[in-house]
């Protein structure tokens, strides 16, 4: 079955948009983003109109935690000075990056997700993103709009994200289930954090394994998304906590199962594996299994 755009129908604070919507909507009053890996990337090539951003921006170090993302307070001017406005939709959209080629296909969703947590209702994701735009031959350039500073006002959203303490508390009941985004060599064994192997209960379905293989800027048909889930024990009923390293491919899960299947209880665990393997007494638990 051929996607529909915008995707999903029916509206809804993120929704997904395709290389041919966002070409003809070029002219119209929006906001756009290139979130592509280095800023030397969106100087090479980027969508005509787009501005930069960066997604590193929005997080930082907090006491012991090495990448939290930081108050509105402190996010609102750099957002009002690439020109968010709630009054018009902004596009993300990323690519693999033809200076360095860093690109994973993250990039837009811990933006599209930023974006959404800061307060803003009218988020389009490019799906496919800068590859498939140029590989159907679409314009890029390399001018620089100008910008006209806006008064976006952040706010950092409710019922999103779950703290530590509340993920401890309720991970384990039968009504709920922990997800883990990372690719499985990561979830089974040693990665880089102190410890080896996921947060005990943890369910793997890593993000890429949702997306198509040749572009994981591009989600897989819905049909094939719901075959994943379904094979996971993932369903309606449940709700579902969001997690991975450092919340960076949780986005990715949160943003599609929040509003493209739109599940009724959502979360997304933004400290993940880094901040529950800091705690000395937390036991992890390494191979395939959850448990």
Known sequence: ???EYPYPPGGGKVRW???EWLEDKLEQEMTILDVQPNIHDYLQEHIPGAVYLNEGFFRAYQENKPGVFMSPKTVQPYLRKVGLSRDKPVVVYTGKGPFKGWGDGLEQ???AYSLAKYGHDQVLVLDGG???WKKEGREI???FPVVDETDFVATDKEGFHIA???VRRIKDEEDVILLDA???HLYEGQGPWGKPGHIPGAVNLPWAGLMMKDNPRQLKPEEEIREIIESKGISREKGIICSCGTGREATNEFLLFNF???FPKVWIYEGSFTEWSSYPENPTVTGPDPY
């Open 141 to 143: 350039n390399q001018i």
């Open 17 to 19: 948009i395709s290389t």
């Open 109 to 111: 969703t811990v933006v």
């Open 164 to 166: 530590y303490e509340e």
């Open 1 to 3: 079955m051929t996607r």
């Open 130 to 132: 800068m590859e498939k």
């Open 260 to 262: 493209a299947l739109r």
């Open 182 to 184: 990372r690719p499985p």
